[in-house]
Nanobody, 116 residues
Framework: QVQLVEFGGGLVQPGGSLRLSCAAS????????MGWYRQAPGKQRELVAT???????NYADSVKDRFTISRDNAKNTVYLQMNSLKPEDTAVYYC??????????WGQGTQVTVSS
């Protein structure tokens, strides 16, 4: 069983930065795809960014050139560095670990609010 715990959410002004962290338990972190998703009120959960076990990254168009996903396999941790934040980035951000249909885990979510 894998547990994911997110850290780093909060309130930030437009144009500001936040860094989210997600720590994973278990032994499959290093071979899993890690991702960040977000869900704004009244909207469906959407992909923000993913990173493969080999470090290949993928971003939603809305966050390209502003957000950076990275991972530290030695610490079983994935990060999301968010710069130039906009009010439309306001959402609950969820960490995801994926290694096939039977290994798809979610964190509890962390709130990010971008407001002046």
């Amino acid at each position: 069983q894998v547990q994911l715990v997110e850290f780093g959410g909060g309130l930030v002004q437009p144009g500001g930065s936040l860094r989210l962290s997600c720590a994973a338990s278990g032994s499959i972190f290093s071979i899993s795809v890690m991702g960040w998703y977000r869900q704004a009120p009244g909207k469906q959960r959407e992909l923000v960014a993913t990173i493969s076990s080999g470090g290949l990254t993928n971003y939603a168009d809305s966050v390209k050139d502003r957000f950076t996903i990275s991972r530290d396999n030695a610490k079983n941790t994935v990060y999301l560095q968010m710069n130039s934040l906009k009010p439309e980035d306001t959402a609950v951000y969820y960490c995801n670990l994926f290694l096939g249909v039977y290994h798809n885990y979610w964190g509890q979510g962390t709130q990010v609010t971008v407001s002046s």
